[in-house]
């Protein structure tokens, strides 16, 4: 999340921060009718130096000036959720905004405004666009910019029919997609990314898949069925994994019990850290 921030913003952050997740539902005040209830895509406070509010949107539909209201609905309502009122002044705070928008057109700008006229002054400043079909592979990864993978499809979303039909070109998004497999498992062996987000990214990739696809059964079953599949071997490795570690700390606690070795000694023997075989030593004597 901070890779696209920085992207976006021009941050500094080194991925280390704190970030703290807001409930994305708020209920706009209506006169004289029902509040209205509106969702934010994402919103959330990241802790550097200076903690900031940010919110995100992804959006894929033609730029019209309704996004722009709606953009600034949600902004004034995460701000006076948090307002304070001290002596009967209230202080707002909003937050830095950003579109991503999915799907690039003619229309799209490189960014939107926003224009306050108020009696005490006018404030105007820019929300920023990002958009996604512009980065290739290699900049999502050279980047970081992880978060991105679950969309890249849109980047092919004019070809489906194509790939649909044709099993060469099929072959070659499915090389593509199997590529990014491979950058993910390496990743994670590289101990930059968990097995919990690399999940999270196989699983939405595909589900983005499945509704960009929908209509072209050869694309669903070639492309969506291999992270499918992925999904699948990730869990496996899980449970392996999980499997082997409980293997070591009972051969870990086999040996603490008889008394002869140091922790040294098991920790080498048994495969575990010294810290992990102190631990189950405290844990055995309690």
Known sequence: MTAVINEIFGETYTGDEEIRFFPNEHFLDQQDEADKERITDTNFTVFGKIPKKYHVECESSLPDGKITIRLFEYD???????????????TVTFPNTAVLYLRTYKKTPDKMKYVIVTPGGTVQYDVPIMKVQTYSLDDIFEKGLLM??????????????????????????KAEYQKILERLDELEQQGVIGAFDKRTIIELSRDVIKEIAQKYENVQKGVGDMMGGALIETEARKILNKGISETKKETALRMLKRGKMTVEEIAEDSGLSVAEVEQLAELQSV
């Open 148 to 173: 991105l993978i679950p969309f890249y499809i849109f980047s092919h979303e004019k070809g489906v029919p194509e790939y649909n039909s044709n099993e060469q070109k099929l072959v070659e998004l």
């Open 76 to 90: 004034a309502q995460i701000a006076l959720d948090e307002g304070e009122v001290t002596e009967e002044t209230l």
